[in-house]
């Protein structure tokens, strides 16, 4: 593998390093990573919630967040559908807990992986009709036309929220809230889906005190879910991203949830700093294993449980989901491994039959690594 070094301009780096009172050093890395200015060189550095953009900025959140406060009001049946990850579990969540603080008791669906796939489906679409008013994706519904056209002429109003790019038109939703659309400013671009819901409840707040009914609950509040779901998801942490992360981990390193208390404490963790690394690589594989493995319920469960005592029996519970998921990892990856049969090929494809569905992005992740080339896992 051939390195070369980035090389940043001695006049900007000395202004960094005099100006904030840093290393020279730090200014170099400032400077290589695209930090030029002083401005945006103070933001990274010391990232301030106060300047967090006003949520309807984002485009379709003020229609989004009038058409749910209507709905509270009028004790429609509300659903949230999430995704199976990290960011989809933190998604949901965040707006089940911030619902219920208004006595608000909405429904919650998370596909299987193996018997649903990933996003929305239409079997489970046709169930909710007849008893389901009003559906609010998180970190999944933008590729979903079908589902989304069908529950709308159902008299279904579909809110959705996702971060993914879109491959065509947008989906026909009441409301799609995507900071990937060309109409989104820059600064909300690089949210996860959990940043994402974050920002429509700052909406639905925001409606909810211009209707007189004031706030039951502060946004930094929910924070430490934000930054779980934001980390796990492997976003770029600058701009929104950082500040969010930032305030979310000092949140986590002081937990008022049970749930997360608990998780702390199996992952041999509840006495240090969390950082960003402590979270990839501790914290969100037991919470994404549920999901690789079966049902996510158990870590959206452990989220929102309300005690200590139960949050240990599924912080326990995950850890035994997290173990099986390595061993299922190691036993797909020998296999996988077996058919490298030439290195050098550009790209790297295996196959195998019953190879579980939720470990192969781990074992093309690890290929990847070993031969520095693409890899293809399926089953």
């Given at each position: 593998?051939?390195?070369?070094?980035?090389?940043?301009?001695?006049?900007?780096?000395?202004?960094?390093?005099?100006?904030?009172?840093?290393?020279?050093?730090?200014?170099?890395?400032?400077?290589?990573?695209?930090?030029?200015?002083?401005?945006?060189?103070?933001?990274?550095?010391?990232?301030?919630?106060?300047?967090?953009?006003?949520?309807?900025?984002?485009?379709?959140?003020?229609?989004?967040?009038?058409?749910?406060?209507?709905?509270?009001?009028?004790?429609?049946?509300?659903?949230?559908?999430?995704?199976?990850?990290?960011?989809?579990?933190?998604?949901?969540?965040?707006?089940?807990?911030?619902?219920?603080?208004?006595?608000?008791?909405?429904?919650?669906?998370?596909?299987n992986r193996e018997e649903d796939g990933y996003g929305m489906n239409m079997t489970r679409a046709?169930?909710?009709?007849?008893?389901?008013?009003?559906?609010?994706?998180?970190?999944?519904?933008?590729?979903?036309?079908?589902?989304?056209?069908?529950?709308?002429?159902?008299?279904?109003?579909?809110?959705?929220?996702?971060?993914?790019?879109?491959?065509?038109?947008?989906?026909?939703?009441?409301?799609?809230?995507?900071?990937?659309?060309?109409?989104?400013?820059?600064?909300?671009?690089?949210?996860?889906?959990?940043?994402?819901?974050?920002?429509?409840?700052?909406?639905?707040?925001?409606?909810?005190?211009?209707?007189?009914?004031?706030?039951?609950?502060?946004?930094?509040d929910y924070l430490d879910l934000v930054a779980l779901g934001t980390v796990a998801d492997m976003?770029?942490?600058?701009?929104?991203?950082?500040?969010?992360?930032?305030?979310?981990?000092?949140?986590?390193n002081a937990p008022s949830r049970p749930g997360l208390l608990a998780l702390k404490q199996v992952?041999?963790?509840?006495?240090?700093?969390?950082?960003?690394?402590?979270?990839?690589?501790?914290?969100?594989?037991?919470?994404?294993?549920?999901?690789?493995?079966?049902?996510?319920?158990?870590?959206?469960?452990?989220?929102?449980?309300?005690?200590?005592?139960?949050?240990?029996?599924?912080?326990?519970?995950?850890?035994?989901?997290?173990?099986?998921?390595?061993?299922?990892?190691?036993?797909?990856?020998?296999?996988?491994?077996?058919?490298?049969?030439?290195?050098?090929?550009?790209?790297?494809?295996?196959?195998?039959?019953?190879?579980?569905?939720?470990?192969?992005?781990?074992?093309?992740?690890?290929?990847?690594?070993?031969?520095?080339?693409?890899?293809?896992?399926?089953?």
């Amino acid at each position: 593998m051939k390195w070369s070094s980035l090389q940043s301009d001695d006049r900007q780096r000395e202004l960094l390093s005099e100006k904030l009172g840093i290393s020279s050093t730090l200014a170099h890395l400032l400077l290589v990573r695209g930090i030029s200015t002083l401005e945006d060189a103070r933001e990274f550095l010391n990232p301030k919630l106060s300047t967090f953009p006003d949520p309807s900025d984002l485009p379709d959140v003020e229609k989004a967040a009038a058409r749910i406060v209507d709905a509270m009001d009028r004790n429609e049946q509300i659903v949230i559908w999430g995704d199976y990850d990290v960011d989809g579990v933190t998604s949901t969540a965040l707006l089940l807990t911030f619902f219920e603080k208004y006595g608000v008791q909405a429904e919650f669906f998370m596909p299987n992986r193996e018997e649903d796939g990933y996003g929305m489906n239409m079997t489970r679409a046709e169930a909710m009709v007849g008893h389901v008013e009003l559906v609010i994706t998180v970190d999944c519904g933008t590729s979903n036309h079908k589902e989304v056209a069908f529950l709308q002429n159902a008299g279904i109003d579909v809110v959705v929220t996702d971060h993914h790019s879109l491959a065509a038109s947008p989906p026909p939703a009441f409301a799609f809230i995507n900071p990937k659309r060309e109409d989104a400013p820059d600064v909300f671009h690089d949210l996860a889906g959990v940043g994402v819901a974050f920002v429509l409840m700052a909406g639905i707040r925001r409606q909810l005190t211009q209707r007189g009914n004031p706030a039951d609950t502060q946004l930094k509040d929910y924070l430490d879910l934000v930054a779980l779901g934001t980390v796990a998801d492997m976003v770029p942490l600058l701009g929104l991203n950082r500040t969010l992360v930032r305030f979310g981990l000092k949140t986590w390193n002081a937990p008022s949830r049970p749930g997360l208390l608990a998780l702390k404490q199996v992952a041999n963790v509840d006495d240090k700093l969390l950082d960003s690394s402590t979270i990839s690589f501790q914290i969100a594989p037991r919470l994404n294993a549920s999901g690789r493995l079966g049902s996510a319920a158990t870590s959206l469960d452990l989220l929102c449980c309300g005690d200590y005592s139960s949050g240990l029996v599924l912080a326990n519970k995950l850890d035994q989901l997290n173990s099986m998921r390595k061993e299922l990892e190691k036993e797909i990856l020998s296999l996988a491994l077996d058919q490298v049969a030439d290195e050098s090929r550009p790209v790297i494809l295996v196959a195998g039959n019953g190879w579980n569905k939720g470990v192969l992005g781990i074992v093309a992740s690890r290929i990847t690594n070993s031969f520095h080339r693409p890899s293809i896992v399926l089953s």
